[in-house]
């Protein structure tokens, strides 16, 4: 069963940085098109970036140009490195293959303090 971990979260002041990481059980990273999302209560789980097997990323546009996401598939872990951060990036922070295709692991929250 693939397993995925989400970590590295934490509180910060606006301004301030922070990378996620995902560990991966289960050799999807060889395979699948991955990505990360971020929830707020009361909301939809919203996609924040994406990355395919080669490295090719794409952004939500309230993200591009701050945060950048990259992957290393011999490892199975998968980052978001995260600058220049807003009180409105405060969410729980999920990774998972594009279009949610695994199980969804526990997240890691992020808070950004204004």
């Known amino acids: 069963q693939v397993q995925l971990v989400e970590s590295g979260g934490g509180l910060v002041q606006a301004g301030g940085s922070l990378r996620l990481s995902c560990a991966a059980s289960?050799?999807?990273?060889?395979?699948?098109?991955m990505a990360w999302y971020r929830q707020v209560p009361g909301k939809q789980r919203e996609l924040v970036a994406d990355?395919?097997?080669?490295?090719?990323?794409d952004y939500e546009d309230s993200v591009k140009g701050r945060f950048t996401i990259s992957r290393d598939n011999a490892k199975n872990i998968m980052y978001l490195q995260m600058n220049s951060l807003k009180p409105e990036d405060t969410a729980v922070y999920y990774c998972?293959?594009?279009?949610?295709?695994?199980?969804w692991g526990q997240g890691t929250q992020v808070t950004v303090s204004s």
């Open positions: 990355i395919t097997y080669n490295g090719r990323a």
């Open positions: 289960g050799g999807i990273f060889g395979v699948n098109w």
């Open positions: 998972n293959a594009r279009g949610g295709g695994y199980s």
